[in-house]
């Protein structure tokens, strides 16, 4: 058990450390909890990090993965009725036409995201 008393320590982490630690928590099969416990952190903390990445607010170190997927938009004039989009993932692509099932969705994503 680890308990402690009294005023904690304000620790100072680079720019480069919080990078890396962010980095760590995005891949794949990283559990944030488990990171932020790693390195002595609060969940909470790493969270606000990674949404400073998402933000753009800090870097991640260029051998790091890209955590993120570029979105390529297109616009049609089309009926709402005729409405589609396309995913990419995974070298798959997923055509998704106005009133699909979401959860059927859901799950040809998680599918080929377990796939990659």
Same mark, same amino acid.
């Given at each position: 058990?680890?308990? /402690?008393?009294?005023?904690? /320590? ?6 480069? +450390?919080? =990078?890396? #630690?962010? @980095?760590? *928590?995005?891949?794949? =099969?990283?559990? &944030? *909890?488990?990171?932020? %416990? ?5 969940? +909470?903390?790493?969270?606000?990090? /990674?949404? @400073?990445? /998402?933000? =753009? ?14 979105? &390529?938009? *297109?616009?049609?004039? %089309?009926?709402?009725?005729? @409405?589609?989009? *396309? #995913?990419? #993932? ?8 106005? =009133? ?15 796939? @990659?």
């Amino acid at each position: 058990m680890d308990m /402690r008393t009294g005023v904690g /320590r304000r620790r100072r982490w680079s720019e480069e +450390q919080k =990078g890396r #630690i962010v @980095a760590e *928590s995005f891949t794949a =099969g990283a559990v &944030v *909890s488990e990171v932020a %416990r790693r390195y002595d952190l609060a969940p +909470q903390h790493l969270f606000a990090w /990674r949404k @400073a990445a /998402r933000a =753009g607010r800090l870097a991640l170190p260029e051998d790091a993965l890209p955590p993120f997927v570029p979105v &390529v938009t *297109s616009v049609e004039a %089309r009926p709402l009725w005729l @409405a589609r989009i *396309s #995913i990419e #993932i995974a070298g798959a692509v997923v055509r998704v036409e106005a =009133g699909a099932d979401l959860a059927l969705l859901a799950g040809v994503l998680r599918a080929l995201k377990a796939a @990659a």
